[in-house]
């Protein structure tokens, strides 16, 4: 069982940028592959990134590929996902999801993974 935790979510005008953690309660972090998700108002849940167990691969939607990085530290429990160039359209609750994996493919959709956060809010100003 994982408990996942966000921060880092606020107000910041178009151009700043963000970071976003993800707290992991748990001795089995590491043992989990980790994503980051949003949802704007109205609109459906979408994947962000995703990073592997041990960190060594990555995956980007096209949509932040260039602007976001996805990272973890597996000895403090805690991923991360800096936001630079942050655009109106990143306004959305950003949510971190973990599923135990070892697989070096990464899931982009909310149905593969198990645990999730309760969500931090991003809002851009334009």
């Known amino acids: 069982q994982v408990q996942l935790v966000e921060s880092g979510g606020g107000l910041v005008q178009a151009g700043g940028s963000l970071r976003l953690s993800c707290a992991a309660s748990?001795?089995?972090?590491?043992?989990?592959?980790m994503g980051w998700f949003r949802q704007a108002p109205g609109k459906e849940r979408e994947f962000v990134a995703a990073?592997?167990?041990?960190?060594?691969?990555?995956y980007y939607a096209d949509s932040v590929k260039g602007r976001f990085t996805i990272s973890r530290d597996n000895a403090k429990n805690t991923g991360y996902l800096q936001m630079n160039s942050l655009k109106p359209e990143d306004t959305a609750v950003y949510y971190c999801?973990?599923?135990?994996?070892?697989?070096?493919?990464?899931?982009?959709?909310?149905?593969?993974?198990?645990?999730w956060g309760q969500g931090t809010q991003v809002t851009v100003s334009s």
């Open positions: 999801a973990a599923v135990r994996t070892f697989a070096q493919r990464l899931g982009v959709r909310f149905e593969e993974y198990d645990y």
């Open positions: 748990g001795r089995t972090f590491s043992s989990h592959a």
């Open positions: 990073i592997s167990w041990s960190g060594g691969s990555t």
